[in-house]
Every structure is written in C-alpha cells, then in structure tokens.
C-alpha cells in the first residue's frame, strides 16, 4: 500500500506534465467465515448490480477515522466487522452497522504492535490473523485484540517474508499468505508452522508479480489476484497451476492494479480492481458477470477500492483507500 500512495501521487505528475512520454510501473499492494473462505450458505448471491447502502469513516486518527483502509473482514457472527487501519498502525472493530466498538495496534515492533498492517482473516475459532506488512510477519489475536502469536521475519527462506500483503484460511484452517516482494504464495498451519510454496517472479503459468488478495473456495482451490500481471489466477490447493483470467485495461475483465479478492457462498468471485475504481464480479469460471463503481468521493464511488468482504445476506463491504471509509452494497 505503499507503493500504491506512491504510484498514485506518481500517476498525478505523469498526466500534468505533456512534455514528458512515461510508462507506469503497476504496484499496488488487502477477503468471507473463516476468513478468505466461502461465507456461509445463503440465497442473496445471485449476480447484478449492486446498489449502496450506506458507509462509514473519515480521514483521522480518531476512534472511527481511517488512514488507508486496506482491508475489511466480519467475525464468525456477522455481527463485528474487523478493518486494518493502515498507517494509523491499528486494528479497529465496528458493530455490522458500522458503529466504532473497539481497537488495538500501536506503531512498532512488538507484539500487537504493527509496521503498515494489511490483509486479515478469521479462523473457526474467531482468532484474528492479522499481515503486519512493514514487520514481516503475520500476528494472530484473539477476537478480543488479545495478542496470542507471530511468526515470520525478514528474509526470502521457508517461512519468511518480504512485505507480504493478504492471508486467506481454507477449510482445514491452514493459512495462506502472499509474500509480495518474493512472489509467491506460503502456507502454514494455524499455529504459522510453515507447510509449502509455490510461485516465482514471472508472467507465465503460475508465475506472480506483487501477488495481493487471496480467496480460498469450498474445493480447496486458492485463487490470487496476481496485481502486478493484472490476472487472477486459480490453483490447487497444493499449488497446482489450473486457469487464469484477466489483463491490463479498463474493459470487463480486465484490471488496473487490482488488490482484493473474495468468494460469495455460491463461489462468485468479486475483486477491487483499485485503479479502474470499481468491484468485478466473477463466476468461478472466470466469466464476467457485473461491476459497480467509478472515480469519485460521492456516495458508491470510489477512489482505490481495496479489501473485500461479503456478508451471509449477499451485502458486499469495500474498503475505500483514498477515501478513507467503508462503503456497503446490497445485491
């Protein structure tokens, strides 16, 4: 997310100045019960536009006020709503109508402390996995903010990271991360005991450039938005390449820089395609069902959408960045 305040400022200054000829380098760097997951079943999940409903926060270091919001995630209820606040360095938690509850994060190095925190996830359990990206590493607390654990530090070996950026659980409750910076895709269990990998810097099958959001559906089957490649790619559980879609552009299914990704329960796939300022949906194939959204401060547009999260109703969350809110839309 970094990258991406940057890219955006750098973008300003390319489009003002009519006597230079530059190409954009796309980075930008944030998701359903258990978190990452298929949300539990429901009948509101059958594609179309998406109308607003409401939103909530501001720019601030206030209780409720937002600097870069990057990702959105509910407890095992539905009744709490989880958002990283990026560079205030904190985690906050809302009621579902988005009324402030409660917080925890500081800047640092330590436990529950947090360098730029992004992706989330919630486990059967209700603990909340939280990607400290500056740190390195991903902290697990309970749903309460109480730290419990961490694992990860600095470092391209099995188990570490470089500026990793989304987490998603599958059924069995391991846990994927995209390490961002080394371009590839680590699990490990609950407890961050590392399993596997798959991934290396690239644009073939298989091959990622600033992996971003991760989405795990009912199969077991690992989807993720490939940001910098501007596709989303579909493996196996194990990390077995099987299909892709998407390119670089502003047509249906193409992206710009898209981050968040996540799975409705009847396996639609909806993304943030951030710089196109609008939400794509997906069947599980890939095909291109609907979008919302344009360029804007007003009511349903968006300025660098980035974190996802859907609801047992159908009710799809999107995390704001620049505008520093969440804006809710109903099926």
């Not at 992004?118 to 996995?129: H, K, R, T």
């Not at 989405?215 to 596709?231: F, I, K, L, Q, T």
């Not at 291109?288 to 980035?306: C, H, I």
Request: hydrophobic content about 30%.
């Amino acid at each position: 997310m970094k990258l991406l305040r940057l890219n955006l400022f750098i973008l300003f200054i390319v489009m003002g100045l009519t006597t230079l000829a530059c190409q954009k380098t796309y980075t930008l760097t944030p998701a359903s019960s258990t978190s990452g997951s298929t949300p539990a079943p429901t009948s509101s999940c059958n594609p179309g536009s998406h109308s607003y409903l409401s939103q909530w926060g501001t720019a601030g270091t206030g209780n409720g006020q937002f600097d870069d919001p990057a990702d959105v995630v509910f407890d095992n209820s539905g009744n709490y709503i989880y958002v990283t606040d990026y560079f205030n360095n904190r985690v906050q938690e809302f009621t579902a109508s988005g009324a402030y509850f409660s917080q925890w994060g500081s800047s640092g190095t330590g436990p529950s402390q947090f360098s730029d925190p992004e992706g989330l996830a919630v486990d059967s359990s209700g603990n909340v996995y939280v990607v400290d990206n500056g740190n390195n590493r991903v902290q697990k607390f309970t749903g309460a903010g109480s730290f419990i654990s961490q694992w990860g530090v600095s470092g391209s070996g099995n188990g570490q990271f470089s500026y990793p950026s989304f987490i998603a659980m599958d059924g069995h409750g391991n846990c994927y991360v995209s390490d961002n910076w080394n371009n590839r895709i680590e699990e490990f269990t609950t407890g961050g005991t590392y399993i596997t990998q798959w991934g290396v810097y690239g644009t073939g099958n298989g091959q990622l450039n600033d992996p971003e959001g991760l989405a795990v559906d009912s199969s077991g089957n690992v989807y993720v938005m490939d940001r910098g490649n501007n596709r989303v790619q579909k493996f196996t559980s194990s990390g077995t390449y099987l299909s892709q879609w998407g390119s670089l552009g502003g047509g249906h299914g193409s992206f710009d820089n898209a981050t968040g990704i996540r799975l409705d329960s009847c396996g639609n796939i909806y993304v943030a395609d951030s710089f196109n300022y609008r939400v794509q949906e997906f069947n599980s194939a890939g095909t291109y069902l609907t979008q919302w959204g344009s360029n804007g401060t007003g009511n349903g547009e968006f300025n660098a959408p980035a974190g996802l999260w859907i609801d047992g109703s159908g009710n799809v969350y999107v995390t704001d960045y620049y505008n520093n809110r969440v804006e809710k839309f109903g099926p």
